[in-house]
């Protein structure tokens, strides 16, 4: 077998086996956002039109289609998303291996998908893996187009037309990576000034221009002025472009990375000088800087290195906070190479060719994971393996004992905690935590999530939307599932107005105001909500820049209704996160907790018998004061709960949440949970349809 082919599968190898132990052991209710769009759009509604969709459509197409091929099957679905992230990978490895060896490449993309899979987020059949794949392909068919000086006139036309298309199905699946791409391939072909200079460009813009007029029938121009420019889901267009220097996170990495290339010119030019004596220094620096020296020291700082990360408390912040800062050092020293390249003699310069075309790619991909919010994994995955293939690369001089030992620490000392970390947390997205691979034993009572496996927990809170669903929805279209996109594929039925996902970052101000219109005007039989943390509200505040969310506003408006009594909260669940592992809940230090009272049973109940229908909490958790139309009162056990009370509980963390789940719902921190909480409309029979 040939050795690079043993270097590939030996990759793929080590990735798939991964994906399969956690594929299909957990299920959070945040998921199926594309799939229910997939679902819409093959009964035949359209999007933009019948549904708002904040996104460009190939992935709400291609999902269309894998539902038709797997018929609703989740389980299916999620294993042929294992495969396209593995055929996205050997992509990937086939691009690196046209600047690096095939040893480094292969060990580059493990390391890259194992940083991924710390994202708390990762699900394989997302579209960041459609993204890896589509980008991986352009960047592949540009390094063959740039580094082949034998290609006709017609071959740089046809080449770059097919670039162009592969482009625009970037734009469609990711408008902002797809643009940008675009514009640092055009500057790419400039800078590297080949033949045929012309023919590219061309071919390059007629082949984004033909996809874009094939796909009108679906996204008309009016859709892109939309999704472009009347679109602030994600903030203001300043704060969308700007989000790499606004936001504190990606200004304290670009402040990294500034460092480390800064400190890498210091020491690679700082003594560049003519002078007799300077050249006299320079001398003695060479002689005690030798080689082996220089070795001893590059290999004893790695190992130390990567021993004080393997033990940190931290490791993904760590992680984040260190590689992609070097990740961009690297992509602002080799720019500068490029501008001295360009500047200077080529013939005498320290960057090849294939670089100049390849570079500005990587920085616009770097670049654009930022218009979403901060620096991650899952955006800086393919210059993160550039990287480190270029490190590796260096790094090859060493002796070979030497290079084989740093790879063993690598992959015994932080593979492993990566590895566990996500077995143990498969996913986690805004505090929806899922329980550990292990404890994965049970399935629904969804046919569509067969052999998706989920801890005890979310069994039970999918089961209980199902019982309540099924027992007092009466049509396709009388349920509301906010947040919580996924139970309209799952129970067939149609979203009740225009937005399927009412998420902060997904759906614009003026589409989440329109979706309140239409709430009031029209409200549905049963409501289905996963209200999110405080934190999260928080968060989003931040990211768009605004200090009042429409989201609020709905909240808002539902307690108003349950106030007013048009609405009644029949069921309500707190949900774990991360920072309420299970098995440390009970020694959790006390807390205090607002808790409104929304619950239908607990409602016209004495204070006392509210607490006495709690059982075994009514010792645990004590009653502090009792908050209604802004008036403070002292509880007492005759005191008469309504609709709208304020309770402010004291105990343990644990206890709160329950407690939370019996009263109503609870508000304000130090909750840190999501809840979900199911709503009838006042004409609802409770014991019946």
């Known amino acids: 077998m040939p050795i690079n082919l043993r270097y590939r599968l030996s990759a793929l190898f080590v990735i798939g086996v991964f994906n ?4 299909n052991r957990y299920f959070p209710l945040s998921e199926g956002w594309w799939e229910t769009y997939g679902y819409l759009y093959n009964l035949g509604l359209k999007p933009y039109h019948d549904f708002d969709l904040a996104f460009t459509p190939l992935f709400t197409i291609i999902n269309g289609y894998l539902l038709d091929i797997f018929g609703d099957s989740f389980f299916y679905l999620r294993l042929f998303g294992v495969a396209v992230y593995l055929l996205a990978i050997l992509c990937l490895q086939l691009f690196l291996e046209q600047f690096f060896s095939a040893k480094a490449s292969a060990i580059s993309v ?4 194992f940083l991924l899979f710390s994202e708390p987020q990762f699900i394989a059949k997302d579209y960041h893996t459609y993204q890896l794949l589509i980008v991986s392909l352009t960047l592949l068919l540009h390094s063959w187009i740039a580094g082949n000086a034998k290609l006709t006139k017609i071959q740089n036309f046809g080449g770059s037309l097919l670039l162009g298309m592969l482009v625009c199905l970037m734009i469609f699946l990711k408008q902002n990576v797809g643009v940008l791409l675009y514009a640092a391939l055009m500057l790419s072909f400039v800078l590297q000034k080949g033949e045929w200079l012309l023919a590219k460009l061309l071919g390059l813009t007629f082949g984004v221009i033909i996809a874009v ?15 472009l420019f009347s679109n602030d889901a994600k903030g203001n267009l300043v704060t969308v472009l700007g989000r790499f220097f606004i936001d504190p996170t990606n200004r304290n990495i670009l402040k990294k990375s500034m460092l480390i290339a800064g400190m ?9 000088f003519k002078s007799d004596w300077q050249k006299k220094w320079m001398n003695s620096i060479h002689v005690l800087l030798n080689k082996q020296l220089t070795q001893r020291a590059l290999f004893a700082t790695s190992v130390l290195l990567i021993i004080g990360i393997a033990i940190t408390n931290s490791l993904y912040h760590l992680l984040r906070e260190l590689i992609i800062p070097v990740s961009i050092a690297l992509l602002i020293v080799l720019s500068f190479k490029i501008y001295r390249r360009l500047r200077d003699d080529a013939t005498t310069s320290e960057i090849n060719i294939k670089y100049v075309g390849i570079v500005f790619p990587l920085i616009a991909l770097a670049y654009s994971n930022t218009n979403t919010a901060s620096f991650d994994f899952n955006g800086m995955q393919i210059p993160i393996a550039f990287t480190v293939a270029w490190i590796l690369n260096r790094i090859q001089r060493f002796p070979q004992q030497k290079y084989f030992l740093l790879a063993s620490l690598f992959f015994l000392a932080i593979l492993p905690r990566i590895a566990i970390g996500k077995l143990l947390v498969p996913y986690s997205w805004w505090e929806n935590t899922q329980g550990s691979v292990f404890s994965a034993r049970y399935q629904t009572n969804y046919p569509d999530l067969a052999g998706i496996y989920v801890d005890v927990k979310y069994r039970d809170v999918f089961n209980m939307i199902k019982l309540y669903v099924d027992r007092y929805s009466l049509s396709q279209s009388d349920v509301y599932f906010y947040n919580l996109p996924i139970f309209y594929a799952l129970h067939k039925k149609i979203p009740p107005f225009r937005e399927v996902v009412q998420w902060f970052d997904v759906v614009s101000s003026k589409q989440m105001e329109n979706e309140l219109r239409a709430l009031r005007k029209h409200p549905p039989r049963v409501i289905v909500a996963l209200e999110p943390s405080p934190v999260a509200f928080a968060v989003n505040r ?10 609020e506003d709905f909240r808002n408006q539902l307690d108003q209704w349950v106030f007013e009594g048009k609405y009644r909260l029949v069921r309500s669940v707190a949900l774990p996160t991360h920072k309420l592992n299970i098995s440390k809940l009970e020694i959790m230090p006390k807390a ?11 409602i016209g109940e004495d204070l006392d018998n509210a607490v006495q229908t709690i059982g075994a909490l ?4 004590r009653v502090v004061e009792v908050i209604r139309n802004a008036l403070i009162y002292q509880p007492t056990p005759s005191f008469k709960l309504k609709a709208g009370d304020m309770l402010t509980l004291r105990g343990n963390y644990q206890d709160l949440m329950a407690v939370s789940d019996e009263l109503g719902v609870a508000r304000d921190l130090p909750r840190d949970w999501n809840s979900v909480n199911i709503y009838l409309r006042e004409d609802v029979n409770i014991n019946g349809n």
């Open 20 to 23: 399969l132990l956690i594929f």
């Open 592 to 602: 205090t907790q607002n808790v409104l009272i929304q619950n239908v049973s607990i």
């Open 542 to 551: 931040i990211l768009k820049q605004n200090e009042n969310l429409p989201q």
């Open 110 to 113: 493990i390391v890259a998908s």
């Open 618 to 621: 009514k010792n645990k958790v």
């Open 264 to 272: 890498y010119f210091f020491f690679r030019y700082l003594f560049y």
């Open 213 to 227: 007029l094939a796909m009108l029938p679906i996204i008309s121009f009016a859709d892109w002025q939309n999704l």
